[in-house]
């Protein structure tokens, strides 16, 4: 789904949740959960249909045996099989007279209203998802039939049929980020970013193993990690398991929605019994292959008695107020969390943390130095602002791997992306796809791992070649198709594209605003059509040199695949070198800064230029007040 997509879509959802709150008496609170789960029940029937139709393709029919699709057939599949009264386009044609349709609910009674309908809709879907049953909302009988029907029918968009990656969780967000106040208030929880969880993803690789997220939220985790795994030709419920911990029900909930709409299983816990300061809910300690979190930041008033009978502190509490009992700030009881949680000698475990924690002092740089000291501190990325939806909060991920190779033991990986991101509007940045892999070819290069790396060259050729057979252009597809370096190309193109700028100016200076009216007038574009079709041609090229510059910011750093330390970028530091820097782990401490170029441009000359510019600016200054002074004196005469 592309950004613009997503953005009128959460648009739509807004104010579909509005007309809601304007025409029933419920609270935010109440009203958010059913809103939801109509978005859920919309999402479920779009993977519904995808997956049918990848089973329509794998097993045709013959006019003499037709193939019957089974519930079996979607759970290969990983996605939920939604009986006829469960389909999403089923319930939206039950208009007028409802009970005309003769539908029954599971209990075999007449279903007499549309909020019946979808009762009984999520009702049926709970009976066919084991982690969803009691999680889905069924209280749509206390909206009158118009309202819910307008409902469905703002919920019923094409582009919640795009099925790929959290988008249920993006929607989840931008709800919380609209219900701040009442609903999104728990101890920060913030839904983690699309791009910062593949980070964590790509650079733990899993495949098989028991994945933990002790502060799960939507579940954005599993999810990515199901896409991951699948992409590497493996069947995610076969060889993953998956656990999560959400003190919040309400988030919880979210989650099971979310990874049932994704056809994953897992073994979700919420309440006092998941506050994972308190409980080791699932039994984990020491079990896990890999931990994903992003847990809350800075959380205080935390039991340090209770905290400490409840284990998984291998390094001890951080620091606690004696008079009160407390811990001042968690973070590092959740850094302890996640490295305890992982099995010796194998696992591994991604998380985001504020950026305060990679120089904290007292007993968390204590603990971070035992972490730096036990070797099994993997890798540590500083990220810049704006990556959060609701907030603007600068963040680090840190990476453990308890099986580090012996040349690596020593060594840490620090990477400083602040300056390295995509700016989607003014509040938002991210890492484009391209990024992503640019970050993790740093990744797989400090691991010894080029196969990897020369992979991911030969897909951007593969990119520039497949861009090569979209183009009519020659001359394009003659610099897509070269040897020549990645930044003459880019430079190439970019003058390909302003040519293509002034073409389209041109014709659409000629073009008429409006189509002629006169039968024997000739058929020619209008203004709108010509704009519309250059500017597909511009936008393509805009994609074309997006990838060729991530393809350039890549090969001029590492080339065909040997690490080198990159100033203010990348930097692999050892234990002395960490020592010596008091145990902190920020990386711009590090990397430093990347070396200014030299422009060419004499610096004292340019001065002089400009201090005779100001000179001029000022006289022309002057000489314009003493005109309009002197029209003034003629004015009072």
Known sequence: MDKNAIKKLEAELWDAADSLRAESKLTSAQYCMPVLGLIFLRYAYGRYKLVKTQIEKEHPSRPDRPYIITEKNFKSKSAIFLDEEAQYDNLLNLSGDVSSHNWKNTEGRPITSLGMAVNNAMTLIE???????????????????????????????????????????????????KFAKSVASDD?????????????????????????????????????????????????????????QEKAEFNAKICAMNMAVHGLGGNIKSGNEANTFYHDAHN???????????????????????????????????????????VGNANYL????????????????????????TDSQNRDKEIRQQLVESGDVDAIVSVANNFFYTVSLPCTLWFFDKGK???????????????????????????????????????WLYRGETKKYAALLQEY????????TETEDENVKQILLSTEKFSEMVA????????????????????PERKSKKKDAPQVKTKKEVEAAWNKKINWFDEVIETTMQA?????????????????????????????????????????????EDDGVDFSARMKEIHAELQNLQKESDALMDKILENFKELNL
């Open 127 to 177: 009976n066919r998802s084991e982690s969803l049953q009691g999680v889905l909302p069924k209280n749509y009988t206390d909206f009158s039939d118009s309202l819910l029907s307008s409902l469905m029918m703002n919920f019923n968009n094409e582009a919640l049929d795009d099925v790929g990656g959290d988008v249920l969780g993006r929607i989840y967000e931008y709800f919380l980020g």
């Open 188 to 244: 920060g929880v913030f839904f983690t970013p699309k791009s910062l969880v593949k980070m964590i993803v790509n650079v733990l690789e899993p495949k098989s193993g028991v994945l933990l997220d002790p502060a799960c939220g939507s579940g954005g985790m599993f999810v990515q990690t199901g896409d991951f795994v699948n992409r590497e030709g493996y069947s995610v419920n076969e060889t993953m398991t998956f656990y999560g």
């Open 284 to 326: 984990l300690d020491g079990k896990c292959d890999y931990v994903m979190a992003n847990p809350p930041f800075n959380v205080d008033k935390v039991n340090s008695e209770t905290a400490s009978a409840a284990g998984r502190l291998p390094f001890g509490l951080p620091g606690v107020n004696k008079k009160t009992k407390e």
């Open 334 to 357: 959740w850094i302890s969390y996640f490295y305890s949680y992982l099995k010796e000698n194998k696992g591994r475990a991604g998380f985001v943390m504020a950026s305060s924690a």
């Open 405 to 443: 190779k012996d040349g690596l033991k020593d060594k840490v990986l620090f990477i400083d992306a602040r300056n390295y991101f995509t700016v989607i509007d003014r509040k938002t940045n991210e890492w484009s796809d391209w990024q992503l892999k640019n970050l993790n070819a740093i990744v």
């Open 461 to 468: 050729k593969n990119a520039f070649q497949d861009f090569a």
């Open 492 to 511: 190439r193109l970019r003058e390909a594209q302003e040519g293509y700028r002034a073409s389209a100016k041109k014709e659409m200076a000629a073009a």
């Open 552 to 596: 350039n910011w890549l090969y001029e750093k590492f080339g065909e695949g040997v690490y080198a330390d990159v100033p203010g970028l990348c930097k692999i530091a050892d234990r002395n070198e960490i020592a010596e820097k008091n145990y902190s782990l920020t990386p711009g401490a590090y990397v430093g800064v990347t070396p200014e």
